[in-house]
């Protein structure tokens, strides 16, 4: 399989061109990816604004971990891509049951790291719900949806990943993992928006 391009440098279009082609990369990883970035880009706009009003050392250290997530979920469109070609090409040859365990441990690491990053970034987005302005609110909690979906999008494509795997305790202990987060997730994005609401 031919290696991807960086995908957060092309533009919207391109991106999405080649999302609804007949290519098997990017696919849903990549898209989780991108909704997270989007998700985060928002609570950092809002963090901005905020710390505009009501500046802080705290606000501002929270602003460079938003913007640093942003940049680390842009990153992982194209590293799911890449891992999925990677375990493509070892399925194509002949490798040992333990091998293949590794290959499908390594792809599934991408999008439960995208998974993990969207709560941690949550968590980030709740602490900005108390200063946010109502005129803001609406752009915070569809970045807290948006989130929590790529957080539960990221779930989908690491269990795809576990259904092929032998070690049945991993795949146990990665399952219970995933539970948490996607509990976590939605206990943060409600929370959020009892903030916003309330």
């Known amino acids: 399989m031919k290696s991807p391009s960086r995908f957060e440098t092309k533009s919207i279009r391109a991106f999405l061109k080649i999302l609804g082609s007949d290519s098997a990369t990017p696919g849903g990883g990549s898209a989780a990816a991108l909704t997270a970035a989007i998700g985060a880009a928002l609570a950092e706009m809002v963090s901005r604004l905020n710390q505009k009003k009501h ?10 971990l938003i913007r640093q997530n942003r940049q680390k979920f842009a990153k992982l469109m194209t ?10 090409k070892q399925l194509s040859q002949k ?3 333990s091998d293949l365990d590794r290959a499908f441990k390594v792809t599934a690491a991408i999008p439960y790291g ?3 990053l969207s709560v941690k970034t949550l968590e980030l987005a709740l602490k900005e ?13 569809e970045a807290a949806i948006l989130l929590e979906a790529a957080c539960l999008s990221g779930r989908l494509n690491v269990e795809i990943n576990l259904k092929s795997m032998k070690n049945k305790r991993f795949v146990r202990e990665e399952a219970a993992r995933l539970d948490r987060l996607e509990k976590k997730a939605a206990r ?4 959020l928006m009892r903030v916003l609401t309330g």
């Open 55 to 64: 500046p802080s050392k705290e606000a501002g250290r929270r602003i460079d």
């Open 188 to 191: 943060l994005k409600n929370k």
């Open 114 to 116: 995208i998974s993990e």
């Open 79 to 88: 590293q799911d891509a890449e891992a999925f070609g990677k375990l493509k």
């Open 129 to 141: 719900a108390p200063q946010t302005s109502r005129w803001l609110a609406s752009d915070l909690a």
């Open 95 to 97: 490798n040992s049951r």
